[in-house]
């Protein structure tokens, strides 16, 4: 059985973490994830704190396994949202779009553990030393907020630079991913868009078949004059978003236009008008399928890669 430093941190069975995911990443898919022996992790995205309460009483209705929750930075409600989990003494917190280091001391305090989500070498390294427990790196082939480097330049890097567990993320979706995350020395891996086609998530059938039918070159970053590039696949809204970067529209224009498009997109399955963010691992996902089948077709597929691998020659 494959095991690593991430399974124990987490007391998990599987070193497989379902990425935090606004809209999507609700008690259904993190219930069924965590059930499977991986880590599910609830999106609390810009939901306010009621909402995200409720997903951590529903999740523990669902399982009795570990999960975490995901926080956004951003979030206007960012600060009522860490008092929730410090109330309700949720196990495992990671971060997006911001640095935590003011959060983890009360964190740490009451043992939650802390994995921000990092897309840079100093981030990681300033992490470590604010305590964090383990370390997310994640590449600009992620759906999402990304940062500029690649998960195959970003993840050995990373665990050269911290003695804390690394988890990659970013254009992993099958077994060779995840055998290709541990040989370059991460300890688990992290997954956004397979989960999305999974037959748990609560994503819009729509927005499923749109990542089914995508292809290598279908997804495209917009929000790079904004300072927050978005990763989603391409469709009328990317088109029109981009347009308006090049005619040089202010962040405050962009931030009008791109209003409530995420939901559009993921929930209410609106393929033109409506955000689809995805990462550019689409054109692997051909089935939608339970998780528990892609949990365990990725750890037989990754174990069987790793023992493969002794048949390579060395020397002459
Ligand atoms: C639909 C969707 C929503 C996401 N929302 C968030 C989020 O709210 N917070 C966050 O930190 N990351 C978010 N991410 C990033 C994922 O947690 C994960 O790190 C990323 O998807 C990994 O790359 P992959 O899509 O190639 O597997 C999101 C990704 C997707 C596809």
Known sequence: MLKTAICDLFDIE???????????????????????????????????????RQQIH?????????FGINIQLASPFVK????????????????GAGTPE???????????????????????????????????????ESGGHIGETTTMALVPQVVDSVQIPVVAAGGIGDGRGLAAALALGAQ?????????????????????????????????????TTGLPLRSLQNSLTEQYLA????????????????????????????????????????LIKEIKPVRVIIEEMIAEAETIIANLKNFQIGG
């Not at 009522?80 to 971060?95: D, K």
């Not at 989960?195 to 927005?207: D, G, K, L, N, R």
């Not at 209410?268 to 550019?280: I, N, P, R, Y």
């Open 14 to 52: 599987h070193p497989i973490i379902q990425g935090g995911m606004a809209h999507v990443g609700t008690v259904e898919l993190v219930s069924a994830v965590s059930n499977a022996g991986g880590l599910g992790i609830i999106g609390s995205g810009y939901y306010e704190p009621y909402w995200v």
């Open 58 to 66: 529903l999740t523990r209705q669902q399982t009795s396994k570990p």
């Open 80 to 95: 009522q949202v860490i008092e929730v989990v410090l109330e309700e003494q949720v196990a495992i917190v990671t971060t």
């Open 102 to 140: 003011a959060y983890i001391p009360r964190f740490k305090q009451i043992g939650i553990k802390v994995m921000p989500v990092v897309n840079s070498v100093a981030l990681a390294k300033h992490l470590e030393s604010a305590g964090a427990d383990a370390i997310v790196a994640e590449g600009m």
């Open 188 to 224: 688990g891996v992290q997954i956004g868009t397979r989960f999305v086609c999974s037959q748990e998530c609560i994503a819009h059938p729509t927005y499923k078949q749109k990542i089914l039918e995508a292809h290598d070159r279908s997804t495209v970053v917009t929000g790079y």
């Open 244 to 283: 308006l970067e090049k005619a040089g529209a202010s962040k405050e224009e962009l931030d009008l236009f791109g209003q409530d498009r995420m939901h559009m997109g993921l929930i209410e399955g609106d393929v033109d008008d409506g955000s689809l963010l995805s990462g550019q691992i689409a054109g």
